[in-house]
C-alpha cells in the first residue's frame, strides 16, 4: 500500500506531458531542407502523432450540428459505414520558410473520382486530407480571416479556404469561409495501390510545405497556433453512392480529436514552435548578401589559381631537358670580342638575370630592359638557342641554383627564394624536370663526389 501510495505521489509531482497528457503540441524546428516529394527519408526532426477512426456514427461538436454543413434534401439514413478504418500518422516541423506537414494514412479502398471545380469544389468527396490552421491562435468559435484550410486528395488536387469576414458579420453559416484562395503551398502524394477499383490497397502518403509568407506569419521559436488535422476516407464508388451538392453518402470524415465535424477553432488542438535555428543559419541569412559577394570572390579566386596552377605545369612540361641544351652558348665560360646583335643581346639579357637573380623576372621586363620588344627577344632566343625567353630565364636562374648547391651555399628553400622562385615546391619540380634528379639527390650526388 505505501509502495502505491509513494507512487502516485510521484506521478502527481511530474509535468503533465512527463505524465503522457499535454494541452501544447510541441513542433520541432527542422534545420535541413526538406524536398516535398512523397518520401520522408529526408526528415531528420519532427513532431508526430497517431490516431485511428474508431467513430461509429457522425459526431457532432458541442453546439453545433453537422447537418447544417450539408444541403437540407440530404438523408443522412443513407450515410454508408466504412469497409475499412483509416489509420493515420501526421508529422510536423519548420523552419523560418515553411511549415511542413506529413500524413502517412493506412487506407485498404482509394477513391478519387471527383475533380476539383472552382465554381464548385469537390476534394474533400475523394479519398484526401484536410489541414486547418489558425495563425493567430485565437480559438474562436468560427473560423476568421486568420483560419486557413487546406485540402489535398489522392490524387494531388487542392484547394484551400479561408475565413470570410462578410460571412461572419452575417452569422449565417456554420462555417463562414471562402474558396478559390490564391494561397501557394507545394504538396505532393505517393499512393501504394490503385485508384477507384475494388482491388485492395495499403496506404498513401502526402507531404506538404505551406510558405509562412503565405499565410501572414513571421514564425518563432515560442509562437503558438491551433492546429486541427482531418481525414477524409471514402470506400466506395461513385456508382454506389448519392452525391447531393457538396455532401456524398459515402464520405466519411474524422479528426485526431475524434469528430466528424471540422471548422471550428476553440476545438482545434493547440501547438508551439520549438527549437531554432543554429548560429550558422542565423549568421547566413543576417549576412546573405555579404556571403554571395564571398561566394563569387572566392569563385574568382579559385579561377585564377587554378589558371595560374595550369599555367605553371604548361611552363614545366614545356622545359627542356639539362642534357639536351648547348651551355656554352647559354653559359660561356670565355665571352668573345666578335659578338653578333644577338649574341651580344644575349650576354646583356645574362648579365640583365643574374644582377636580378632573387626576382620572380617576366620576359617583357627583360625585353623592356634590353629596350627591344618582345617579339624580338622571343625571335633572337628561339633562333640562337631554341628556347622562349622565359625558358631562357629558368635555365639560367636553374644552373645557378645548380652551382648554388654544389657549393653548399645553402639548402633546397634557400636555393629557391635565392632564384626567385615561388615556393620551395615549385623549385623541387622544376629543377626535377630540367635536370632529371631531385634538388636533394643532387646534392647526394655531389657529396659523395666530394
Given at each position: 500500500m505505501?509502495?502505491k501510495?509513494l507512487?502516485?505521489?510521484?506521478?502527481?509531482?511530474?509535468?503533465?506531458?512527463?505524465q503522457g497528457?499535454t494541452?501544447?503540441?510541441e513542433?520541432?524546428?527542422?534545420?535541413n531542407?526538406?524536398k516535398?516529394?512523397?518520401?520522408l527519408?529526408?526528415?531528420?526532426?519532427y513532431?508526430?502523432?497517431?490516431?485511428?477512426?474508431?467513430?461509429?456514427?457522425?459526431?457532432?461538436?458541442?453546439?453545433y450540428?453537422?447537418?447544417d454543413l450539408?444541403p437540407?434534401?440530404?438523408d443522412?439514413n443513407?450515410?454508408?459505414?466504412?469497409?475499412?478504418?483509416n489509420?493515420?500518422?501526421?508529422?510536423a516541423?519548420?523552419?523560418?520558410?515553411n511549415?511542413y506537414?506529413a500524413f502517412?494514412?493506412k487506407?485498404?479502398?482509394?477513391?478519387a473520382e471527383?475533380?476539383?471545380r472552382i465554381d464548385?469544389?469537390?476534394?474533400?468527396?475523394?479519398?484526401?486530407v484536410?489541414?486547418?490552421?489558425?495563425?493567430?491562435n485565437?480559438?474562436?468559435?468560427?473560423?476568421?480571416v486568420n483560419?486557413?484550410?487546406?485540402?489535398?486528395?489522392?490524387?494531388n488536387?487542392s484547394e484551400?479556404?479561408?475565413g470570410?469576414?462578410?460571412?461572419?458579420l452575417?452569422?449565417?453559416l456554420?462555417?463562414?469561409?471562402?474558396?478559390?484562395?490564391?494561397?501557394?503551398?507545394?504538396?505532393?502524394v505517393?499512393i501504394n495501390?490503385?485508384l477507384?477499383?475494388?482491388k485492395?490497397d495499403s496506404?498513401?502518403?502526402?507531404?506538404?510545405?505551406?510558405?509562412?509568407?503565405?499565410?501572414?506569419?513571421?514564425?518563432?521559436?515560442?509562437?503558438?497556433?491551433h492546429?486541427?488535422?482531418?481525414?477524409?476516407d471514402?470506400?466506395y464508388?461513385?456508382?454506389?453512392?448519392?452525391?447531393v451538392g457538396?455532401?456524398s453518402?459515402?464520405?466519411?470524415?474524422?479528426?485526431?480529436?475524434?469528430?466528424?465535424d471540422f471548422?471550428?477553432?476553440?476545438?482545434?488542438k493547440?501547438?508551439?514552435?520549438?527549437g531554432?535555428?543554429n548560429?550558422?543559419?542565423?549568421?547566413?541569412e543576417?549576412?546573405k548578401?555579404e556571403?554571395?559577394a564571398?561566394?563569387?570572390?572566392?569563385v574568382f579566386?579559385?579561377?585564377?589559381?587554378?589558371s595560374f596552377?595550369?599555367y605553371?605545369?604548361?611552363?614545366l612540361?614545356q622545359l627542356?631537358?639539362?642534357?639536351?641544351l648547348n651551355?656554352?652558348?647559354?653559359?660561356p665560360?670565355?665571352?668573345?670580342?666578335n659578338l653578333?646583335v644577338n649574341?651580344?643581346i644575349?650576354k646583356?639579357?645574362?648579365e640583365?638575370?643574374?644582377q636580378?637573380?632573387?626576382e620572380?623576372?617576366r620576359s617583357?621586363?627583360?625585353?623592356?630592359?634590353?629596350?627591344?620588344s618582345?617579339?624580338t627577344?622571343?625571335r633572337?632566343?628561339?633562333s640562337e638557342?631554341?628556347?622562349?625567353p622565359?625558358?631562357?630565364?629558368?635555365v639560367i636562374k636553374?644552373n645557378?641554383a645548380?652551382e648554388?648547391?654544389?657549393?653548399?651555399?645553402?639548402n633546397v628553400?634557400d636555393a629557391a627564394?635565392e632564384?626567385?622562385f615561388?615556393d620551395?615546391s615549385?623549385?623541387?619540380?622544376?629543377?626535377?624536370?630540367?635536370?632529371?634528379i631531385s634538388p636533394?639527390g643532387?646534392?647526394k650526388?655531389n657529396l659523395?663526389?666530394?
Open positions: 505505501k509502495i501510495f507512487l502516485a505521489l510521484l506521478l502527481s509531482a511530474l509535468p503533465l506531458r512527463a497528457v494541452s501544447v503540441y513542433i520541432p524546428y527542422c534545420h531542407k526538406i516535398i516529394d512523397g518520401k527519408d529526408d526528415w531528420e526532426k513532431f508526430e502523432y497517431s490516431f485511428k477512426d474508431t467513430l461509429t456514427k457522425f459526431t457532432t461538436l458541442t453546439n450540428k453537422l447537418q450539408y437540407e434534401n440530404f443522412f443513407k450515410l454508408r459505414l466504412p469497409k475499412s478504418r489509420k493515420v500518422i501526421f508529422r516541423c519548420w523552419n523560418k520558410d511549415f506537414c502517412i494514412v487506407d485498404k479502398h482509394l477513391f471527383h475533380s476539383g464548385k469544389p469537390q476534394v474533400h468527396l475523394n479519398d484526401g484536410e489541414l486547418y490552421i489558425d495563425t493567430k485565437e480559438a474562436t468559435p468560427k473560423m476568421d483560419d486557413y484550410q487546406f485540402l489535398i486528395d489522392v490524387k488536387n484551400v479556404f479561408k470570410d469576414l462578410k460571412e461572419i452575417a452569422d449565417t456554420a462555417v463562414p469561409k471562402d474558396f478559390a484562395q490564391n494561397i501557394l503551398f507545394h504538396s505532393c505517393k495501390g490503385t477507384n477499383d475494388e485492395p496506404s498513401y502518403v502526402i507531404e506538404l510545405a505551406i510558405p509562412f509568407a503565405a499565410i501572414g506569419v513571421e514564425p518563432k521559436t515560442g509562437m503558438k497556433m492546429l486541427d488535422v482531418c481525414v477524409n471514402i470506400d464508388p461513385n456508382s454506389q453512392t448519392v452525391t457538396e455532401a453518402t459515402a464520405m466519411w470524415p474524422f479528426n485526431w480529436s475524434g469528430y466528424s471548422g471550428y477553432p476553440k476545438f482545434w493547440q501547438v508551439a514552435f520549438v531554432g535555428p548560429w550558422f543559419e542565423i549568421i547566413s543576417k549576412y548578401s556571403w554571395v564571398i561566394y563569387i570572390t572566392t579566386i579559385s579561377i585564377i589559381l587554378i596552377l595550369l605553371r605545369s604548361y611552363k612540361r627542356p631537358l639539362h642534357k639536351d651551355l656554352s652558348k647559354i653559359l665560360v670565355n665571352e668573345e670580342e653578333s649574341e651580344k644575349l646583356k639579357a645574362r640583365l638575370i643574374i636580378n637573380k632573387s620572380p623576372l617583357e621586363d627583360v625585353a623592356k630592359e634590353l629596350g627591344i618582345l617579339r627577344f622571343q633572337i632566343t628561339r638557342l631554341n628556347l622562349t622565359t625558358n631562357y630565364i629558368c636553374l645557378l645548380a648554388y648547391l654544389r657549393q653548399k651555399k645553402g628553400a627564394y632564384f626567385g615561388s620551395p615549385y623549385f623541387s619540380k622544376t629543377f626535377k624536370k630540367y635536370f632529371e636533394s643532387f646534392v650526388k659523395k663526389k666530394s
